[in-house]
């Protein structure tokens, strides 16, 4: 069964740090392409940060670039988002995504089960 | 970056009812077009891909349709487990931006 769960959520006060991972299985995970998505509470969703395959790509979502840090270790089917200097209103549920290709096209799919990160003093 | 704008923000419906959404984006995306589907508390669901298909397993009275920058999603008959809140997302380029979600309600 193809399946990403993600682990790390938690309370942390402003200023502070906290690491997400996000564990892969039922797929070759060094094939894919990778995404945080992050959704605030009672809000819509918000893509965060990618990863090319190779991790040799990456982007950012300007309210967390030079916060966040997204990386991956395909030896252990994982990724991860390291963020730093957090701030009240990245109070969200995160999301690690796979992008799947078919035929040119392309989507989000599978989602993991998410993991809340709280940052409140 | 494209900027992806759902309409309504929310609907309310019977069950039986046939209801559509739409999306348009910023600028032309072709058929770069993605449906989510997302209950409380869970991850969002794909339910159609590439504008206008369906994805395995998800019913038949789902279709997508549209090209460019105007989209649209139709469900021909709801039913009880089909209130939830659906997202529309562009796949044409980096950030693949979600438009900001309708929240389909009971009537």
């Known amino acids: 069964e193809v399946q990403l769960v993600e682990s790390g959520g938690g309370l942390v006060q402003p200023g502070g740090s906290l690491r997400l991972s996000c564990a892969a299985s039922?797929?070759?995970?060094?094939?894919?392409?990778m995404n945080w998505v992050r959704q605030a509470p009672g809000k819509g969703l918000e893509w965060v940060s990618y990863?090319?395959?190779?991790?040799?790509?990456?982007y950012y979502a300007d309210s967390v670039k030079g916060r966040f840090t997204i990386s991956r270790d395909n030896a252990k089917n994982s990724l991860y988002l390291q963020m730093n200097s957090l701030r009240a209103e990245d109070t969200a549920v995160y999301y690690c995504?796979?992008?799947?290709?078919?035929?040119?096209?392309?989507?989000?799919?599978?989602w993991g089960q998410g993991t809340l990160v709280t940052v409140s003093s | 970056d494209i900027q992806m704008t759902q309409s309504p923000s929310s609907l309310s419906a019977s069950v039986g009812d046939r209801v559509t959404i739409t999306c348009r984006a910023s600028?032309?995306?072709?058929?770069?077009l993605n449906w989510y589907q997302q209950k409380p508390g869970k991850a969002p669901k794909l339910l159609i891909y590439?504008?206008?298909s369906l994805q395995s397993g998800v019913p038949s009275r789902f279709s997508g349709s549209g090209s460019g920058t105007d989209f649209t999603l139709t469900i021909s008959s709801l039913q009880p487990e089909d209130f939830a809140t659906y997202y529309c997302?562009?796949?044409?380029?980096?950030?693949?931006?979600f438009g900001q979600g309708t929240r389909l309600e009971i009537k």
């Open positions: 600028q032309s995306i072709s058929s770069y």
């Open positions: 039922g797929f070759t995970f060094s094939s894919y392409e």
């Open positions: 590439a504008a206008s």
């Open positions: 990863i090319s395959s190779s991790g040799s790509t990456i």
């Open positions: 995504a796979r992008i799947t290709w078919y035929s040119g096209e392309n989507w989000f799919d599978p």
């Open positions: 997302q562009q796949s044409y380029s980096t950030p693949r931006s």
